[in-house]
């Protein structure tokens, strides 16, 4: 099964393609150009290279959450536009379980995955890497880090940070006292190739989805929205 990821969570956008677990290409950008820009071109570029087309791919998986509202919107629609008209299976995968994939070869090692989702709080999920296979230790999270801090502050086995709020979160636990090292760079951010690595055991076991049942996964309120609300309590609260 050939397999296209698209990862566009954050700052850096990714495109990949994997076939039965052989990573066949990968495109990689972190410049700071809009993912609207760069997304769809990259995947097309990566796919024409490969000799292939879209007509080739047998499924399409996406990063759907958490992660920039813009940038899991921007990723979801091009995932949706792809398989649609081909009426493609999708897949949608957790960011922090994808960015995790980057360092599941390591032996008995706590995963920190981490995003800066402002407001003194990260995106997080924790992984046991058990030598190729992660083993997940609490959910998908928008969570502070304090709060972090003291779930690991008894965590006695090796803890590693990654993700593109890794150094945040480092320094924030190395603050409070909790032993920790900082995932090296070309380890650390949201790939694709974690994507396609966590649709390919979604895929085992028949968990797809159609083009138009993708939906991302925020973990809480955006500002236009918590500004609403607050407007609304507000007039509720005159009256």
């Not at 949706?80 to 897949?91: D, F, H, N, S, T």
């Not at 995963?111 to 230790?137: E, I």
């Not at 928008?142 to 979160?169: N, P, Q, T, Y």
């Not at 076991?205 to 507000?234: C, H, N």
């Amino acid at each position: 099964m050939k397999i296209l990821g698209l990862e566009s969570s954050a700052k850096s956008a990714s495109v990949a393609l994997m076939e039965d677990g052989k990573l066949l290409a990968r495109s990689f950008q972190n410049t700071g150009l809009t993912h609207s820009r760069t997304l769809l071109p990259m995947a097309e570029a990566m796919l024409q290279n490969c000799e292939l087309g879209i007509a080739d791919v047998d499924a399409v998986a996406v990063a759907v959450g958490p992660g920039s509202f813009t940038g899991l919107r921007i990723g979801i629609s091009a995932a949706k536009g792809l398989a649609w008209a081909r009426e493609l299976p999708c897949i949608g995968v957790s960011t922090l379980e994808a960015m995790a994939q980057n360092l599941a070869h390591l032996e008995n090692t706590v995963l920190v995955c981490a995003m800066d989702a402002r407001r003194s709080q990260v995106y997080n999920a924790l992984f046991l890497a058990k030598g190729g296979t992660l083993q997940r230790l609490c959910p998908d999270r928008a969570v502070s880090l304090a709060a972090v801090a003291e779930d690991l502050r008894r965590e006695h086995r090796a803890k590693i940070v990654v993700g593109d709020g890794a150094v945040l979160c480092y320094n924030a636990l190395k603050d409070a006292g909790v032993s920790c090292a900082l995932a090296q760079e070309a380890l650390r951010m949201q790939d694709a190739v974690g994507v396609c690595q966590c649709a390919e055991a979604a895929a085992r076991t028949g968990l797809f989805t159609a083009a138009q049942d993708l939906q991302p996964v925020y973990l809480r309120l955006s500002q236009a929205e918590r500004e609403r609300l607050a407007k609304e309590q507000q007039r509720t609260s005159l009256q």
